[in-house]
């Protein structure tokens, strides 16, 4: 798999950042104008574990999508989701090995907030050792986003494709584990999908295209790539997969 050059945010998106946005109508922000603004929370989204400095999570990929398209339109800097490729070879940083520091979990502790350590939270960005590139909480901490449908068998039939495009609403990739799991959920290469029980909690009818209220573990981080697509290519991303995504 090759992937041309981009850059990746150092952090995962914290609320600071990211209710920027969820807030952003009810400030008069002209961003949102022609971007698609979340509805107001029915629960308090960081559900007691912190906001100054913490990850933003709960949000669905279209959400995380949307976030990207108004960030765009507020700096003039073409930002996304990080297609599956992209996050795994910004994850592994130059290494061949299961984690970006080595073979040995062991040393998990150093560099991940996970299951053992993490005191049943989410924990500040950054506060654990970064990769080789200097990447923070890579390894756990939060769940993160990518831009790709889950489809078990993509790369031995990706053929010239940059990401798996969406077909249906689920399932799409997560990567790099969170605070829940286990060290070896958090492994370079370790995949998961999304799924429909993410937001069983939800009461809105139907269910809302903005939140997922049980998968407390969830976040993202966004890519800006050197290369800038035409207009088309950034609605697509902006807009990946069905109405009322996930």
């Keep these: 798999v090759k992937v041309k050059p ?7 998106v914290t609320w600071d950042e990211y209710r920027l946005f ?33 990850p933003a999570i709960s949000m669905t990929q279209h959400a995380a999508n949307k976030y990207a398209q108004w960030l765009s339109a507020k700096t003039g800097h073409f930002y996304r989701l990080p297609t599956e490729a992209e996050w795994e070879y910004a994850c592994r940083a130059g290494t061949t090995t299961a984690y970006s520091f080595g073979d040995d979990a062991g040393r998990i502790d150093d560099y991940a907030w996970h299951v053992d350590n993490s005191n049943g939270k989410y924990q500040k960005v950054g506060t654990k050792k970064p990769n080789p590139w200097g990447l923070h909480d890579m390894h756990g901490n939060v769940t993160e986003w990518t831009l790709d449908q889950y489809i078990p068998d993509f790369y031995a039939k990706k053929g010239g494709l940059l990401y798996a495009p969406s077909t249906k ?22 995949r998961a999908a ?53």
């Design 6 to 12: 981009f850059w990746m945010g150092k952090y995962e």
């Design 22 to 54: 969820m807030f952003a109508k009810e400030t008069g922000d002209a961003a949102v104008d022609a971007v698609s603004h979340p509805t107001r929370p029915y629960v308090e989204m960081s559900f007691g574990m912190g906001i100054n400095g913490y």
């Design 169 to 190: 609403p689920y399932p799409h990739v997560v990567r790099g584990g969170g605070w829940t799991d286990d060290p070896d959920r958090m492994r370079c290469a370790a």
């Design 194 to 246: 999304s799924d429909p029980s993410w937001k069983m909690q939800d009461p809105q009818l139907p269910k809302s295209i903005w939140y997922h209220t049980d998968a407390q573990w969830l976040g993202f981080r966004l890519v800006r790539t050197a290369e800038l697509p035409s207009a088309e290519e950034m609605f697509k991303m902006w807009n990946n997969g069905v109405e009322y995504d996930e």
